[in-house]
C-alpha cells in the first residue's frame, strides 16, 4: 500500500475505537472454521472392544463388539472417553464384563491396539491408551488449553459422523451463555448440539478449551461427585473446561489404583457459609470421617478439621462437587509419599463461636485400597454369576463393619441357576453350605467342590441391603 | 356358575307360578330376577345405610411447613354410637378434622379414635352432637371359613364417587402381599395377616370401605389394589383380623405387640439342605442385633418349632404372618420358652418379649431452618444401620435447591445444634424454641460413616460468593 497518510490516520483510528474487542470472535471464517477441523478432527477417534454380555432368557453370556467415541489428549496416545454405556463396557461393569481386545481406529484408518487404563468413579471419564506403534506419522492429539472465555464468545466443536460418512466428522458453533461459577464450574452454551457429547469445543483460534458434555446440577442430581456423573447425556449443553480436565489428563486414574496415594478421609467441602459462620476465608476440606487405617490418623488428624493447604498450596475446594480436584492433587504422590496438610482445628465442640487454631499434619500416604472398578472378580457358569470382593467403597457405602468377610455378586446372567434361584447383583454371600466364604479364594474353593460333588443344589447365606436370607440355587450338571 | 341357578329359580317360579289353580301363567317381574339378585339385593340393603365417604383434612409436615392435606376413603359403621372402621392410610395419625358423608347423605363430623398402621385399620367415630339418631350400622362376619369363589360385593367411594357398590367373587381367601410392605407415610405394613383377594372391583377411594358376603355380612375392609397395570386385583383385610385390631383400639386407642426381632424366610426348598423334614418349623433368615432373640441364644438358620406354647410352622410365605402373630400377641415383657431346631438337634432357649415400637416417628417442622425432622424409630435404625437412635432423621427439606439447604438431605441424621446434643425429637425442640430469632446455627449431622457441619442463617438466607 502506497504511503497515504489519510488511511493510515483511519487505520490508526479505527483501531483505537474497535480496542480489544475486536480480537473477540463474533464470526469464524470458512478458513479459520478449517482449520480447527484440521487440527482437531484427527484426534477423534473410534475406540472398540469385546464385552461379554448376557444372552436374555438362554442363560448365558456371547461376546459382542462394542463402538465409542474417544479423543486422544495426549502425544503419548492417552484417549479420554466420555459417555456412560461405553464406559460401563470398559470398566466391565454392570452387564457388559470382561472388557478386551481394546482398540482405537484413528481418522487416517490406522487401527492400533489400547490398553484399559482405567476411569474415575466419581465422573465417568475413562482413559485408554494406545500401546502399539503408530507407525511413521505422529499420533494426532489435540492439548486442552485453560483459558477462560468471555459472554457472546463463539466457539466451535468437532464430533463424529454416523459410520460411512465421508469425511469422518463435522463441526458444531455455539455462544457462551454463561460462565458458571457455582454451584461447580462449567461453561454454558447458547446453542445445542446434538450428537456433540464428549467432542472437544475450541475457540475461534483453535484453543482446546473444554470438552462437550451435559449440565452437572441437571436432573436433581446432588451430592458429591455426581457432577460429571453424566456427560454422556445432552440435556442441555455445556462444556466442561479445562481446568477441570486437566488433572485427569495429567495424572489419570489408574486401575491398579495401589500405586496412587491414598489419604484415607471422607470430605466436605468448607463452602462460604461454614467460611462466614466462623469468619474464615472460605475454601478447604472438612475431614468428615477417618478410613480405619488411614495414615491421617497416625499424623494426628481428627474429624472436623478443616484442610486448608495441601503442600503450601491454598486448597480453594468450595463446593463438594469440586472435592475429586482435591483428590487428584492428594493421589499425583505415590504410596510413601509425605503430604503437608495445614490444618484449622476447632477447638472444643464446634459451635458458631469456635474458635480455630492452626496446625501442620505431614501424612505418609498409603497404597489406595481398590476400588470397585478394579475388584477381583471370579466368573461361575455353573452358577450363572460373576462375584467380587469386597472394597473399601462398599464398605463404605454399605456401612459394613470393617471385619465383614464374604463376597458381593457383580453380575446375575438372566435364566441362569442363579438367577432362578432369585440371587440378585449386590448380594454378599457370607457362607455356602455353611461354610464360611471370607474371600474369593474362599469361593473359589467351594465351585471346586461343587464341580467334585455335582450336587443337586448348593444354599448361600447373603446380605441383602438390611436382611439376610438363605438362598437356594439348583444345579444342573 | 350363575346359569344353573337361574334355571332352577326359573323353574321354582314358573312352578310356584303353575301351581296356582286356574290361573295360566303370564311371567311375572318377579320371574326375571334371579336368587343371586335377590341375594345382593339384601346384602346391600343391610350394609348400604352404614356406608361411610370418609374425607379427612391433615395437617402435614414438609420442609418445615405445615401443609393442610384432603384425603378421600370410605368406612363402614360397626355400631349404634358411630363407630367406624376404615384404613389407617385414610386417615392416618395427622387426620385433625374428618368429614363423613352418610349413606343418607347427611354430613356428620367425626373423631380419631386410634389406628394399626401395621394392619392399616383405624377407628374413628362420629361426632355425638352432630348426629341426631342411632347410627345405621353393619353386622361383622367371619373371615376363617371363606372360600373362593363365594360371591362378594364391595362398598365405597371408588375416585370420590360415593355409594358406589362393585360385585364379584373371592379370588384367593389368603393372599401373602410380602411382609415389608410401606403404607403411603412409611410405615411398616402387612407383618401379622394375609388378604382377601376379590375381582370386585376396588379403587382409590374404595380404601376403608367394607368387603360383604350374600348375608349381608362385613367379611373384609377393602383396602389395597392391584397396580395400575393390573385388573380385578383387590385386596381387603380379614374381618377376624379387624376385629381383634378395633376392640384394642377402642380398649387401648392402639394396638400393642411384642417383638423378639427375628426375620422369617419360607421353608419350603430348604427343608433338605436343614435336614428338616417335619410339616412344622419356621426358618430364622435373619436376627437383628441386640434384639431379644439375640439375647436369647437364637441364631439365624435355627428353626423356629415352638413359641410358647404355640407350635410354629411357615413352610410356605403363607403361613409367615400367623408365626409374627404369635409372637405379637404375646405380653410384653414376658420370658417365653421357645423350641428350635438347630443342626440336628432340639434345643430350648428363653426370649424375653420386647414392646414393637411404631416404624415411623413423630415429625416436627423446623420452620425457621426450612425443614422437617422426625424422631428415630428401630425400624429407621435398622433401614440405615444407625448405632442407635440418638439424634433426629431430616424427613424433607425445603424445596429451594441452590440455597445453603443444599447442604443438608433427607436421611441426614441431626446430632448436635450449636455445640448441643441433640438425643431425641424432644431435645431438637427445646433447642429450636431455645435459638429462635437467633442469625445464624450450626447443625452437626451424620450422612453414613461422616461428620457433616451445616450453616444456617434463618433471617438472612445463604450467603453467595462475594
Redesign the interface.
Known amino acids: 500500500m502506497r504511503n497515504n497518510p489519510p488511511s493510515l490516520i483511519i487505520a490508526g483510528l479505527l483501531l483505537l475505537f474497535a480496542g480489544p474487542d475486536a480480537a473477540l470472535a463474533q464470526e469464524i471464517s470458512p478458513r479459520a472454521a478449517e482449520a480447527i477441523y484440521n487440527k482437531t478432527a484427527p484426534a477423534l477417534v473410534t475406540v472398540q472392544f469385546v464385552a461379554r454380555v448376557p444372552v436374555a432368557r438362554f442363560g448365558s453370556m456371547r461376546d459382542v463388539e462394542h463402538k465409542t467415541t474417544g479423543l486422544i489428549v495426549r502425544k503419548d496416545g492417552l484417549v479420554l472417553v466420555a459417555g456412560s454405556r461405553a464406559v460401563d463396557g470398559l470398566l466391565g461393569v454392570g452387564d457388559l464384563a470382561s472388557p478386551r481386545n481394546i482398540a482405537v481406529k484413528l481418522a487416517d484408518g490406522r487401527l492400533l491396539d489400547a490398553e484399559f487404563v482405567g476411569a474415575d468413579e466419581d465422573t465417568l471419564l475413562s482413559f485408554v491408551k494406545i500401546t502399539s506403534d503408530p507407525g511413521d506419522s505422529a499420533i494426532p492429539w489435540v492439548e486442552f488449553v485453560d483459558r477462560p472465555v468471555r459472554l457472546g464468545e463463539l466457539l466451535v466443536s468437532v464430533a463424529e459422523q454416523p459410520d460411512g460418512y465421508v469425511p469422518r466428522h463435522k463441526l458444531g458453533f455455539s455462544r457462551v451463555a454463561a460462565v458458571v ?3 461447580s464450574r462449567f461453561i454454558q452454551l447458547a446453542d445445542p448440539m446434538p450428537g456433540f457429547t464428549g467432542s472437544p469445543v475450541c475457540t475461534a483460534d483453535g484453543k482446546v478449551i473444554g470438552l462437550l458434555g451435559r449440565d452437572p ?1 441437571a436432573a ?1 442430581i ?2 458429591a461427585g455426581s457432577s460429571f456423573a453424566a456427560l454422556a447425556l445432552e440435556l442441555s449443553p455445556v462444556a466442561i473446561p479445562s481446568a477441570r480436565l486437566l488433572p485427569f489428563i495429567e495424572s489419570p486414574p489408574q486401575t491398579a489404583e495401589q500405586e496412587r496415594g491414598f489419604l484415607g478421609i ?1 470430605m ?1 467441602a468448607f ?4 467460611a ?2 466462623w469468619g474464615l476465608e ?1 475454601g478447604g476440606i ?1 475431614v ?2 477417618l478410613v480405619p487405617g488411614s495414615p491421617a490418623i497416625d499424623a494426628g488428624v481428627k ?2 478439621d478443616i484442610i486448608t493447604h495441601l503442600d503450601g498450596v491454598r486448597v480453594d475446594i ?1 463446593e463438594d462437587d469440586e472435592i475429586v480436584i482435591f483428590q487428584h492433587a492428594v493421589r499425583r504422590h505415590p504410596p510413601g509419599a509425605t503430604v503437608h496438610l495445614t490444618v484449622m482445628r476447632p477447638l ?5 463461636a ?1 474458635v480455630f487454631e492452626e496446625v501442620a499434619a505431614d501424612v505418609t500416604l498409603t497404597h489406595t485400597p481398590r476400588s470397585r472398578l478394579a475388584a477381583a472378580t471370579v466368573e461361575s457358569p455353573v452358577l450363572g454369576c460373576t462375584v467380587r470382593e469386597i472394597t473399601l467403597g462398599d464398605r ?4 459394613l463393619p470393617a471385619d465383614t468377610k464374604g463376597v458381593l455378586v457383580a453380575l446375575v446372567v438372566p435364566a441362569g441357576p442363579a438367577s432362578i434361584g432369585r440371587l440378585g447383583a449386590g448380594d454378599l454371600i457370607q457362607r455356602a ?1 455353611g461354610e464360611p466364604i471370607d474371600d474369593l479364594a474362599a469361593f473359589e474353593a467351594h465351585l471346586e467342590r461343587l464341580k467334585a460333588r455335582k450336587p443337586a ?1 448348593t ?1 448361600f ?1 447373603v446380605q441383602r441391603g ?5 438362598v ?1 440355587i439348583k444345579l444342573e450338571w | 356358575m350363575r346359569k344353573p341357578v337361574v334355571y332352577a329359580a326359573v323353574a321354582v317360579c314358573l312352578a310356584a307360578g303353575a301351581a296356582v289353580p286356574g290361573r295360566s301363567a303370564p311371567v311375572a317381574p318377579a320371574v326375571r330376577e334371579s336368587v343371586l339378585q335377590q341375594q345382593i339385593l339384601e346384602a346391600q340393603s343391610r350394609v348400604l345405610p352404614a356406608l361411610v365417604h370418609v374425607q379427612p383434612i391433615s395437617e402435614v409436615s414438609t420442609g418445615g411447613q405445615t401443609r393442610r392435606e384432603t384425603g378421600v376413603g370410605s368406612g363402614v359403621i360397626i355400631d349404634a354410637a358411630g363407630t367406624i372402621v376404615t384404613n389407617y392410610h385414610v386417615v392416618g395419625k395427622e387426620a385433625t378434622r374428618i368429614f363423613c358423608t352418610l349413606a343418607s347423605k347427611e354430613r356428620v363430623g367425626a373423631d380419631l379414635i386410634g389406628g394399626d398402621p401395621y394392619t392399616d385399620i383405624a377407628v374413628i367415630r362420629l361426632k355425638a352432637d352432630d348426629l341426631k339418631h342411632d347410627a345405621p350400622y353393619a353386622v361383622l362376619g367371619r373371615s376363617a371359613d371363606l372360600q373362593e369363589g363365594e360371591f362378594v360385593i364391595a362398598l365405597g367411594s371408588p375416585m370420590s364417587l360415593s355409594r358406589s357398590i362393585t360385585h364379584g367373587i373371592i379370588s384367593c381367601r389368603d393372599r401373602f402381599l410380602g411382609v415389608d410392605g410401606r403404607l403411603p407415610g412409611g410405615e411398616q405394613t402387612g407383618n401379622f395377616n394375609t388378604w382377601i383377594q376379590t375381582d370386585a372391583a376396588i379403587n382409590f377411594g374404595n380404601s376403608g370401605g367394607p368387603l360383604v358376603n350374600l348375608q349381608g355380612e362385613v367379611i373384609g375392609i377393602n383396602s389395597r389394589r392391584g397396580s395400575v397395570f393390573a385388573d380385578n386385583l383387590g385386596f381387603a383385610i380379614p374381618i377376624d383380623v379387624v376385629r381383634e385390631v378395633v376392640d384394642q383400639i377402642l380398649r387401648d386407642g392402639r394396638v400393642v405387640r411384642s417383638t423378639i426381632g427375628i ?1 422369617l ?1 419360607p421353608l419350603q ?2 427343608e ?2 436343614f435336614g428338616f423334614d417335619a410339616p412344622a418349623g419356621a ?1 430364622i ?2 436376627i437383628a442385633p441386640n434384639s431379644p432373640a439375640e439375647r436369647g441364644g437364637l441364631r ?2 435355627d428353626i423356629l418349632l415352638r413359641f410358647g406354647g404355640t407350635e410354629t410352622a411357615a413352610r410356605y410365605a403363607e403361613q409367615i404372618p400367623a408365626v409374627y402373630k404369635t409372637i405379637a400377641d404375646t405380653p410384653v415383657g414376658e420370658t417365653v420358652a421357645v423350641e428350635a431346631y438347630r443342626l440336628g438337634q432340639r434345643v430350648s432357649l428363653e426370649v424375653v418379649t420386647q414392646e414393637l415400637g411404631e416404624s415411623v416417628g413423630e415429625e416436627f417442622g423446623a420452620a425457621d431452618w426450612g425443614f422437617t425432622v422426625r424422631a428415630i424409630t428401630e425400624q429407621d435404625a ?2 440405615r ?1 444407625l448405632e442407635d437412635r440418638t439424634g433426629v432423621l431430616v424427613s424433607s427439606k425445603s424445596a429451594e ?2 440455597s ?1 439447604l ?2 443438608l ?1 433427607p436421611g441426614d441424621v441431626i446430632r ?1 445444634i ?3 446434643d441433640v438425643a431425641s425429637l424432644e431435645r431438637f425442640r427445646e433447642i429450636y424454641a431455645d435459638l429462635s430469632g437467633s442469625a ?3 447443625l ?1 449431622i451424620r ?11 434463618p433471617e438472612t438466607g ?4 462475594e
Do not use: C, I
Not at chain 1, 472444643?348 to 458458631?352: I, K, L, R
Not at chain 1, 438390611?466 to 438363605?470: G, Q, R
Not at chain 2, 445463604?462 to 460468593?465: N, T, V
Open positions: 461459577e457455582r454451584p446440577t436433581g446432588g451430592g471422607q466436605q463452602g462460604p457459609e461454614l462466614r459462620l472460605p472438612v468428615s470421617y474429624e472436623g468450595t472444643g465442640e464446634p459451635d458458631p469456635t463404605l457405602e454399605r456401612r453350605d443344589e444354599v447365606f438390611t436382611d439376610t436370607a438363605f437356594q | 426375620d424366610q426348598e430348604l433338605d439342605f426358618l433368615a435373619g439365624v438358620g435398622r433401614d444401620r435447591e441452590r445453603q443444599r447442604w438431605s448436635a450449636n455445640g448441643e445464624a446455627v450450626l452437626k450422612r453414613a460413616s461422616m461428620t457433616r457441619f451445616v450453616a444456617l442463617y445463604a450467603p453467595h460468593a
